[in-house]
């Protein structure tokens, strides 16, 4: 923080505001995590950040942090980041530790407090971490099992030869996955072939009884199944539910993968537990090219589809599948004449466990001819399965345009609230899809309408920098000044995410000046993130120099203490006012000095700011780097 508050009088305060974290149930998210199904992971984690669990946050934000062993997810940073200060705000460590890590190394910019502010919270809360060290920073003292199964992960091929110098590669820890299931869930072939090499066993069982075969299948990782099935590897072995490799293989839609398990003698016609046999797999997965050539392959090797009857399956609570009926199946499928088969004796709003009917089956693999029919038959357009969504949210979150037109030509409602309270219209703009926003703009759909957290459509445009897409929002009456529930409109918003085409888009629709609940305008917030391209052209645009935040601070007061030497030489060219004070009568020079930004203040004091003015606590700059006492900052007065 820019005003002088000590670290240790700022952890005391976070200590006392933070909340209660609300009670949750973790475990099932654990589990997913422990056996790296981070896809369901994220689904199961999702409502608890939102309800406010401070460790549900941080486990969601380590999944979506940029990282070199990819989790299947695509990467958020700005997202990661806001989950870890909601979290470290709550009071929790971990959160506080890791974003000081992230803040130190650039990937979390916007926090409000510096990586050393951070870390000394993490430390205030029992933490004993140090300030930059990254959770791949206490390897060293892990067991050998995990150091193995991080190294084969990563495909440290180096690190793995080492280890298995002094450790077996049939090390297991507590959920008894080996070295090679990790390799094979990290889609790194050679750390496999060494493993191997070292007397991995192929057909190995973890604690949830998957192979390292049936890992690398439901990852699609052509190459290591290769390795595996040239291993011997049992091409039919079965997980929990009954699936094969082969089916994980065309869940994933890897057509290389499921070539590959066929060679080596996979069983097209086996059926998992559900009834579902690989072609059903596939088949349910719409009719894209890869779902296509799947099939194709599939029928090519004997494999057959469900039967017609109704099927007796497993009744599990996250089974995605289970009571489903022919009707359901022949929706899902796009099986028109399976359908209307049906229809005479069927309950065409049945649902399944999830509350998904035979409609948003339809809808969200893209059967137009299949919606059309159950709409006629009476289908309920708005019906919500139990995530929140309807057929018009499943048919967007998919990307099909068809049924999407075929919902909203019959009244499907395009301003039905879907999961997490978001809009049709926002979900459509997190697409970047005009095809599918034309036509609920055209049926309707409230450019204005707020989902979680108070976004608009405009907002979401605004932080995918989406400016395109931004234009056809204002056009259609978007309002630029409406706010989030932060108190920033999309120009602000834009700013923060470093939206650049976006912030050119908006800043002519107006609402430059319009502050969040912090006093933050969007030239503040840009400044104090340090994105020099953002800050051009809001100054082009003339956004006031010194407009003030709640606790007086100008741009260039929070430009100085955030360490952000460039654009402070922007604001000053612009004309800042160099000397301009907040409350607590710190200059950007003694804010930069309290901040511990040795090079900020530095160039500040080339550009003529005073060292001899003194804050409202009558300390000078040269004063304040002695207390500080940074010796970086203490080096920038000497002979001063």
Not at 115 to 134: D, F, I, N, Q, V
Not at 207 to 221: F, I, M, N
Not at 241 to 269: I, N, W
Not at 387 to 407: E, F
Request: charged letters at 20%; one cysteine or more; proline letters at 4%.
């Amino acid at each position: 923080m820019g005003d002088g508050l000590s670290a240790a009088l700022l952890a005391t305060a976070w200590l006392a505001a933070a909340p209660a974290a609300p009670a949750a149930d973790l475990e099932p998210a654990r589990d997913a995590l422990r056996r790296h199904d981070y896809a369901r992971a994220a689904g199961l984690l999702e409502p608890l950040a939102e309800a406010g669990s401070a460790e549900a946050e941080y486990q969601l934000a380590l999944l979506y942090l940029p990282r070199s062993n990819d989790v299947g997810l695509t990467p958020d940073a700005p997202r990661a980041c806001r989950l870890l200060v909601a979290a470290a705000s709550a009071a929790y460590a971990k959160a506080a530790y890791a974003l000081a890590a992230q803040v130190e190394g650039g990937t979390c910019k916007d926090t409000g407090h510096s990586a050393a502010e951070w870390s000394s919270l993490a430390t205030g809360a029992g933490h004993g971490g140090a300030r930059g060290h990254t959770e791949t920073a206490t390897v060293a003292s892990a067991d050998p099992a995990t150091l193995l199964k991080r190294a084969a992960r990563d495909g440290d091929v180096a690190e793995l030869t080492r280890l298995l110098a002094k450790s077996p590669a049939t090390l297991t820890g507590a959920d008894q996955r080996t070295a090679l299931h990790e390799a094979a869930d990290g889609a790194k072939p050679e750390a496999a072939k060494l493993l191997l090499a070292h007397g991995a066993r192929v057909d190995a069982r973890d604690g949830g009884g998957d192979t390292p075969l049936l890992v690398a299948a439901r990852r699609g990782a052509a190459p290591v199944i290769e390795v595996l099935l040239g291993a011997e590897a049992d091409a039919n072995a079965r997980d929990s539910r009954g699936g094969t490799p082969l089916m994980l293989a065309v869940a994933a839609q890897s057509q290389p993968s499921a070539e590959l398990l066929l060679a080596h003698g996979a069983d097209a016609t086996l059926r998992n537990t559900q009834g579902l046999s690989a072609l059903d797999l596939a088949e349910r997965a719409g009719n894209g090219p890869a779902a296509s050539a799947l099939t194709a392959l599939l029928k090519s090797h004997g494999a057959t589809g469900v039967a017609r009857a109704n099927i007796v399956r497993e009744t599990r609570h996250d089974d995605l599948f289970a009571g489903w009926t022919p009707l359901m199946v022949a929706a899902e499928r796009g099986d028109l004449a399976a359908v209307r088969a049906a229809l005479p004796n069927a309950d065409v709003n049945a649902a399944d466990p999830q509350g998904v009917t035979a409609l948003i089956a339809a809808a969200r693999s893209g059967h137009v001819a299949v919606v059309e029919a159950l709409a006629e038959a009476g289908a309920r357009i708005d019906a919500h399965q139990q995530d929140g969504d309807t057929a018009l949210g499943s048919a967007i979150r998919r990307r099909q345009a068809g049924a999407l037109k075929a919902l909203l030509a019959r009244h499907a409602d395009p301003n039905a609230p879907q999961a997490r309270g978001g809009s049709p219209l926002a979900l459509a703009c997190e697409l970047s899809s005009a095809e599918l926003v034309s036509p609920l703009l055209a049926a309707g759909a409230k450019p204005n309408a707020a989902g979680a957290g108070g976004r608009t459509a405009l907002m979401v445009a605004a932080q995918r920098d989406d400016a395109a897409m931004a234009a056809l929002l204002l056009s259609a009456g978007a309002d630029p000044k409406v706010r989030d529930n932060a108190g920033r409109t999309a120009l602000a918003l834009a700013a923060q995410a470093g939206a650049a085409k976006a912030v050119t888009s908006l800043v002519v629709a107006g609402g430059l000046e319009i502050a969040d609940n912090d006093g933050l305008t969007p030239l503040a917030i840009a400044a104090q993130r340090g994105d020099t391209e953002v800050t051009a052209r809001l100054l082009k645009a003339n956004a006031s120099r010194e407009a003030r935040s709640r606790t007086g601070n100008t741009p260039l007061i929070l430009a100085a203490g955030a360490g952000r030497a460039a654009v402070v030489r922007q604001l000053l060219a612009a004309g800042a006012s160099l000397e301009a004070r907040n409350e607590l009568g710190n200059t950007a020079l003694l804010a930069a000095v309290a901040g511990r930004q040795a090079a900020t203040a530095k160039v500040l004091l080339e550009l003529g700011a005073d060292a001899r003015i003194r804050n409202g606590a009558s300390l000078s700059a040269r004063d304040l780097a002695r207390q500080v006492g940074d010796p970086a900052v203490a080096a920038v007065f000497e002979g001063r």
